[in-house]
């Protein structure tokens, strides 16, 4: 089985449904004094097939939020559409409130 096989019926759910299928395995608090914008750094289970590591949550100068996968050789290793940032976006705020105040202060 190839990855358009194993996707093919993931590529066309409707943005909506992502949140009932998208995860945070973990996340936690960007420390004071880290870098620049970012709120939290996490880990994203997009689908069942699809785990995404070390995600960047910003806070955007315009108000909202961005999301920011790693770098590898100088080049992002994955990019996300704007409904798609959004839904990422409120499921790690949305994680973030969960930590407890000791989970926040072990990072």
């Not at 358009?4 to 395995?25: A, G, V, Y």
């Not at 704007?82 to 790690?92: D, G, T, Y």
């Amino acid at each position: 089985m190839n990855l358009i096989e194993i996707f093919r019926d993931r590529l066309t759910i409707p943005t909506q449904n992502l949140e009932q299928l998208m995860q945070i395995l973990h996340i936690h608090p960007e420390p004071p004094g880290g870098s620049g914008r970012t709120v939290a750094r996490f880990d994203l289970a997009l689908t069942d097939e699809c785990r995404l590591f070390d995600l960047r949550l910003t806070a955007r100068s315009a108000g909202g939020y961005s999301v920011y996968s790693p770098n590898a050789h100088g080049t992002r290793v994955a990019t996300f559409s704007p409904n798609l940032v959004k839904e990422i976006a409120r499921a790690a705020l949305a994680a973030l409130k969960e930590l407890s105040p000791h989970d926040r202060l072990q990072h």
